[in-house]
């Protein structure tokens, strides 16, 4: 059946490192590709999404480009802020929803 | 206007009870989930509707009874409360899988259930 992995935390940066968190996909159709971000006590929001292959989504500095020969949507941001911190969980929509474990990212001021 | 809103927000009870969690969205979409989240924050989906159809069940004990009296509600009811329920129940919807522009799913702020 369809899976996500991604990259296991807690991830630590400083503010202003560069983040990467991975993720990759398995799916028997051609699904579409999302992050969502979950901030403490609150409920899932979406980051951004990629619907085909070699879309770039992107939303408030972070990126991520559908990657359909590696099945891979990896995270990317240039500069983090401490506001950043959260849980990130990479998902794909095929026939339903399903999401990665989920990966948390500290930044530390 | 919140887009998806489930009901209670915090929700404490004893083992063996039966309680609902109530979930309503304003967006029009014909697709509706409930996910349980553990509290190693891993995400599982636990059933789907369509149109007030289930269309998914994800091996969820038969304590567990998704109810869709119209397209735009959800409810979740359980039965016998465990204390292995407790975890924060989620609520969204989504436009149909057809809608390739606007797949994403809206997720509600979370029902915190603790069972002692």
């Known amino acids: 059946g369809d899976s996500v992995t991604q990259m296991e935390g807690p991830v630590t940066l400083s503010e202003e490192a560069f983040l990467t968190i991975n993720c990759t996909y398995t799916?028997?159709?051609?699904?579409?590709l999302f992050w969502y971000v979950q901030y403490p006590g609150e409920g899932l929001q979406l980051l951004l999404k990629a619907t085909k292959a070699d879309d770039k989504g992107s939303n408030k500095g972070f990126e991520a480009t559908y990657r359909k020969e590696t099945t891979s949507f990896h995270l990317e941001k240039g500069s983090v802020q401490v506001s950043d911190s959260a849980v990130y969980f990479c998902a794909l929509r095929d026939d339903k929803i399903i999401f990665g474990k989920g990966t948390r990212l500290h930044i530390l001021p | 206007d919140t887009a998806v809103s489930q009901t209670p927000k915090y929700l404490v009870t004893q083992m063996g009870n039966d309680k609902s969690i109530k979930c309503e969205q304003n967006?029009?979409?014909?697709?509706m989930y409930w996910y349980k989240q553990d509290s190693k924050k891993f995400l599982k989906i636990m059933f789907s509707?369509?149109?007030?159809?289930?269309?998914i069940n994800e091996t969820v004990p038969n304590r567990f009874s998704p109810k869709s009296p119209d397209k735009a509600h959800l409810n979740l009811h359980i039965n016998s409360l465990e204390l292995g329920d407790s975890a924060v129940y989620f609520c969204?919807?989504?436009?149909?899988?057809?809608?390739?522009?606007?797949?994403?799913?809206?997720f509600g702020q979370g029902t915190r259930l603790t069972v002692v």
């Open positions: 967006l029009g979409h014909d697709t």
């Open positions: 799916a028997t159709g051609y699904p579409s």
């Open positions: 969204a919807s989504s436009p149909p899988t057809g809608d390739w522009d606007h797949t994403e799913a809206f």
């Open positions: 509707y369509n149109n007030k159809e289930l269309i």
